[in-house]
């Protein structure tokens, strides 16, 4: 039962006509008390309806939000549960309704993208997390989310083109910044440029770019290490690299090991003289004590180190052609230090290799050893002249015998170079090129040159097609060719024009020369014999067998044959569908030349003599009627 306040009130409204003007507008009935209190009419003061009941629950901010911030004057059917309903799109729709997604109702501006931005394509990591949305998504319009790229140049764009240490417009570097920097890094500054192409190692690995990029100048710096370091080959002074004539490649003697020291000149051993290994091997302690002229590295001396006496060097030596008490004479016996080893050739211009290693040095040296020829034919001129097999001077061959010949393994076997100047050796010459007998059986004097002398007997043997019987000629490269004697390219043509669909089996010859290549027959019919066969009516109406006169080699299905045109129309005119088989007119079987009109036709012969007697030379026979109606026609 109603209270006694309850029924008071309830008085109030009928009497008063307050229900017609309900501020809610007939939303709902005057059950007044489900909503507010006797004590307190304020509904924020005293709630008592259950917003639960409507599907969407008050929580966090929205507990403390009075009625009439979203049920705009107090109608409450009006309102919608959407949170766009009630708050304006920041974002231009470009994240879309559902509001939530993002907010929630306990902080609307207070949210944790992090997760939430990993469903996009740019994770919010290293100094990104504390990021606030709008140092990246900002605009004149809204906080949209739709104009802004993934790339560290969409929003760093003016720190790449500021950056002065180094000058990153200047430098030409890429505005791909990820190259030197990340997001992980809690200062931007702090990079890692990837210098592989460079390695800094040892002494080069310092964290000063400019000491190599001088005024932050990282375009063209030259990796040459005398481009950095060309004022310490300037003034170093122990030994004077430049009176030396030292080269500027460093690293020849240097590595990047820090404070550029210590050197080991290993090249010394290589390319001068063997002072890290050898007989002299941890036999010295300073350069100086065999370049003894300071300074000057291109002078050596041997005899101001070791004990010799100039007397009994001399007495020792007295047989060696050209030997000099000095120390240059010395290196010429001894290249290597050793008083053991033997005059070392090789670093003459002319090395001993191959058969030249076993001759004696009185052989060559005969006059001592100075202005001792080099030329082969200065030793072998006997041998030049006494060749027979080929004769050199008869054929006047070069006496620049390594144009042939060479000391290894042998003077034998000879590589004749210039054979391509009589006769090239390719294709399958190349394979014989060091067996010269094959050709060369009677010796090398007038070797004649023509295929056939080397191939007659291939040419006699051959029996498919018989070459002797058929009278080929003899000139071989007519078909065959030197890259390989089979298979041999035939000119058909001058037999047998090989035309239309001819052309597609010219390399399959056992097709039409099955029964081998001696008399084949040009006629059509002689290959074609099955297709007559099987072809409709040849046979049983008699069509000749000279097939060319209706096929071509082009197409042997659409025949040539034009009976409307060269002969009588039975395509067309009067007779067009009056017939169906050759016969019917060509009454002699195989001969198409005979006609018979009379016999198809309901002539009456004394009707037409009637008919036609007034017709001059009239008569009765097909012939004639062909005659006067070549058309068929009346």
């Not at 690299?241 to 490649?249: G, L, Y």
């Not at 008919?611 to 009346?634: F, I, K, L, Q």
Request: net charge negative; with cysteine; charged share 15%.
């Amino acid at each position: 039962m109603r209270s006694l306040s309850q029924i008071v009130v309830l008085l109030f409204f009928v009497f008063t006509g307050w229900a017609q003007t309900s501020p809610h507008g007939g939303d709902f009935d005057l059950s007044c008390e489900n909503c507010h209190a006797t004590e307190s009419w304020d509904l924020k003061a005293n709630p008592q309806f259950d917003h639960q009941s409507t599907g969407f629950a008050l929580n966090g901010e929205h507990k403390n939000t009075d009625c009439k911030m979203c049920h705009a004057n107090l109608e409450f059917s009006m309102a919608q549960p959407n949170c766009n309903s009630c708050h304006t799109d920041m974002h231009a729709s470009t994240v879309g309704q559902d509001c939530e997604r993002c907010h929630n109702e306990r902080n609307w501006m207070v949210l944790d993208m992090r997760q939430k931005h990993l469903e996009t394509r740019f994770p919010l990591e290293g100094v990104h997390k504390g990021v606030d949305c709008f140092d990246c998504h900002h605009s004149l319009a809204s906080l949209r989310f739709d104009i802004l790229g993934t790339n560290c140049i969409d929003c760093h764009q003016n720190d790449y083109l500021t950056s002065n240490n180094p000058n990153h417009v200047a430098s030409g570097f890429l505005n791909e910044c990820t190259e030197c920097h990340n997001a992980s890094n809690q200062d931007w500054k702090t990079y890692q440029f990837d210098h592989s192409f460079f390695e800094l190692i040892q002494g080069h690995a310092i964290n000063d770019c400019n000491a190599c990029h001088s005024n932050n100048n990282y375009v063209g710096t030259n990796s040459d290490c005398y481009a950095c370091h060309n004022t310490d080959y300037l003034a170093t002074s122990n030994p004077s690299h430049v009176q030396s004539s030292f080269s500027t490649e460093c690293q020849i003697c240097h590595t990047t090991a820090p404070g550029w020291q210590p050197v080991e000149f290993k090249d010394h051993d290589l390319s001068y003289f063997p002072v890290y290994s050898g007989v002299h091997n941890n036999t010295w302690d300073n350069c100086n004590e065999c370049h003894i002229t300071i300074g000057n590295y291109t002078q050596n001396s041997c005899i101001a180190c070791h004990e010799h006496n100039k007397a009994e060097t001399d007495k020792e030596h007295g047989s060696v052609g050209g030997y000099t008490y000095n120390s240059a004479s010395c290196l010429v016996c001894h290249p290597n230090g050793s008083a053991d080893e033997v005059f070392n050739h090789s670093l003459t211009n002319f090395p001993l290799v191959g058969e030249h290693q076993l001759v004696d040095c009185d052989q060559c040296h005969t006059q001592g050893y100075q202005g001792t020829s080099t030329e082969c034919y200065s030793c072998h001129a006997t041998d030049y002249l006494a060749a027979s097999n080929p004769s050199h001077v008869s054929l006047g061959l070069s006496t620049s015998c390594e144009e042939c010949h060479t000391p290894s393994p042998a003077w034998q076997p000879a590589t004749f170079a210039i054979h391509d100047s009589y006769y090239p050796l390719v294709g399958g010459h190349t394979t014989i090129k060091n067996d010269c007998k094959l050709c060369h059986t009677n010796g090398y004097e007038n070797t004649p040159t023509d295929c056939y002398a080397c191939h007659n007997t291939d040419y006699l043997s051959t029996t498919s097609p018989s070459h002797s019987e058929l009278g080929f000629s003899t000139d071989c490269e007519t078909c065959h060719t030197v890259n390989a004697w089979s298979p041999s390219d035939f000119n058909h043509d001058e037999y047998w024009v090989l035309t239309g669909q001819h052309a597609n089996i010219k390399n399959d010859c056992i097709q039409c020369h099955s029964s081998g290549y001696t008399n084949t027959s040009s006629e059509c019919y002689s290959c074609h014999q099955s297709d007559y066969n099987r072809a409709d009516n040849h046979l049983s109406d008699g069509f000749p067998k000279a097939c060319e006169e209706c096929h071509t080699t082009s197409n042997w299905q659409n025949a040539s044959f034009n009976h409307d045109s060269q002969y009588f129309p039975i395509y067309s005119g009067e007779h067009r569908g009056e017939w169906n088989s050759c016969t019917e007119c060509h009454t002699v079987a195989g001969n198409f030349s005979v006609f018979s009109c009379t016999d198809c036709h309901e002539h009456n012969k004394n009707e037409m003599d009637d008919e036609h007697d007034e017709v001059r030379d009239y008569s009765y026979n097909s012939t004639n009627c062909y005659a006067c109606h070549p058309r068929g026609d009346d």
